[in-house]
C-alpha cells in the first residue's frame, strides 16, 4: 500500500484528514463512520438520441460499481426507454437482483466495503450540479483499480457529507461507455443537449449555464473531477 495511505488506530474523533484510511476495512476513516442514510436524488440519462430521463435515488453509498449500477437498474425500472429496459431485463436483472440481496443485510455497515460488485452496465456516469453557481462536474470510472481515494467517486462523496442535509440534489447523470448496446442505438452526448428539469421524462434544449465537461476537464485528468467557482 503506498505510504501516504496512513493506517491508524480507531478513537473516538469526529474529524479524520482524507488519507486516515481504516485498517480493516482499508477505506477512509470519514465514510467508515459517516451516517450511510443520505438520500442523493439524481436526474439519470443515456448517451443515446432518445435522451429520455428520470429520477433516481440512491441511499447507498458504497462505491462507484455500485453507483451506476443503481443509475442504470432505475432507469430501467422507470420504463422511460422501453428498449432499455427490456436490454437490462435481459441482460443484468439477474446480476442486480443478486447484488441487491448481498447488500441487503449489511448496507448500512462497513462491512458492505468488503464485498466486490461486478461491473456494472456502463463504464462511466457523469455526474454535475451547480451549487451557489459554482457548476461541479464528476466523472466515475468503474473498475479502474484505484483505491477509492484516488477516484472521483471520492471527492462527489465528500461533496455529499459537506452537505450536512439528509437529502441532496437534484444532480444530473448521463450514463455513458455501456458494456453492452441495444441494437440499433446511436450515441450521441448529452452533454451537448442542454438538460432541463422543466418537461418531465424529456431533456429541453433551453439554455442552461453548465459548460460542456469537455470544457471543463479532459479524459487524461488524474482525477475527474472539478468544481468551478463564480458559475459560468
Known amino acids: 500500500m503506498p505510504s501516504h495511505l496512513k493506517r491508524i488506530r480507531e478513537d473516538t474523533r469526529e474529524e479524520w484528514m482524507d488519507n486516515e484510511v ?8 470519514i465514510i467508515v ?36 449500477w443503481e443509475m442504470s437498474a432505475g432507469l430501467a425500472d422507470s420504463g422511460v426507454n422501453p428498449q432499455w429496459t ?19 443485510s449489511i448496507a448500512d455497515l462497513p462491512e458492505r466495503f468488503l464485498h466486490k460488485v461486478p461491473s456494472p452496465p456502463f463504464q462511466v456516469a457523469e455526474v454535475r450540479i451547480t451549487a451557489d453557481r459554482s457548476p461541479c462536474y464528476w466523472r466515475l470510472r468503474a473498475n479502474t483499480g484505484r483505491h477509492i481515494i484516488y477516484t472521483s467517486f471520492w471527492h462527489l462523496w465528500k ?27 446511436d450515441p450521441i452526448d448529452p452533454w451537448n443537449t442542454s438538460l432541463s ?19 471543463a476537464c479532459s479524459d487524461s485528468a488524474p482525477l475527474d473531477f472539478t468544481c468551478l467557482s463564480g458559475g459560468v
Open 86 to 104: 427490456e436490454f437490462f431485463e435481459q441482460q443484468y436483472k439477474q446480476t442486480w437482483v443478486q447484488i441487491q440481496d448481498e447488500f441487503e
Open 159 to 185: 461533496s455529499v457529507l459537506k452537505a450536512e442535509s439528509p437529502t441532496v440534489g437534484p444532480f444530473d447523470v448521463a450514463l455513458k461507455l455501456p458494456s453492452h448496446t441495444p441494437a440499433r442505438e
Open 22 to 29: 481504516h485498517r480493516h476495512y482499508n477505506m477512509p476513516m
Open 197 to 215: 428539469n422543466d418537461a418531465p421524462g424529456v431533456v429541453s434544449r433551453e439554455n442552461v449555464s453548465y459548460l460542456r465537461w469537455d470544457g
Open 33 to 68: 463512520r459517516a451516517k450511510p442514510h443520505i438520500l442523493m436524488r439524481c436526474n439519470v440519462y443515456r448517451d443515446t438520441t432518445s435522451l429520455l430521463k428520470t429520477s433516481v435515488s440512491i441511499n447507498k453509498w458504497i462505491n462507484t460499481e455500485y453507483f451506476i
